[in-house]
């Protein structure tokens, strides 16, 4: 698991990386993983065109919410928040191209909707970047909801 790019545990059943190849989706679903969710745009780094169907085909769920990286919306937060709640026992992997969307939405769901205590809703993102720019915006617009 530690070879997959910008890999972090974030609780028993929550991860988020960066994209992974195909030979590592083997790996998250031999741990357990039965959600896949994909915040990457199609044409982002290392993208895989059919990724969905190699999800699929290790029987894990996979949910696709393209963000763009220049624009993204309170709308793909709120997709987002919905996909995670509609599987509350189960084990998610949550990837864009480098964990930077992934890490910024599982920080908005630990604050918003887990209410996690701040310092333990920033990890990863803490350790992976910080926002700013449209990203600040967006947590600043989901927080105040």
């Not at 031999?30 to 969710?37: A, L, M, P, T």
């Not at 333990?120 to 600043?140: A, D, F």
Request: aromatic share 12%.
């Amino acid at each position: 698991m530690n070879q997959i790019r910008a890999y972090f545990k974030v609780n028993e059943n929550l991860a988020s990386s960066g994209q992974p190849t195909e030979e590592q989706f083997s790996e998250i679903a031999k741990n357990g993983f039965s959600v896949v969710i994909n915040l990457a745009m199609p044409t982002s780094d290392f993208a895989i065109e059919n990724e969905e169907s190699i999800v699929n085909d290790l029987g894990m769920s996979y949910y696709h919410i393209p963000v763009a990286w220049e624009a993204p919306l309170v709308s793909n937060v709120e997709t987002f928040f919905s996909v995670m709640q509609s599987f509350p026992n189960k084990k998610i992997w949550v990837h864009c191209a480098l964990n930077m969307r992934a890490s910024c939405f599982v920080y908005l769901y630990k604050s918003c909707i887990l209410q996690l205590p701040e310092l333990e809703s920033q990890y990863p993102m803490i350790e992976i970047w910080e926002p700013s720019g449209v990203w600040l915006e967006l947590i600043t617009k989901v927080k105040n909801l």
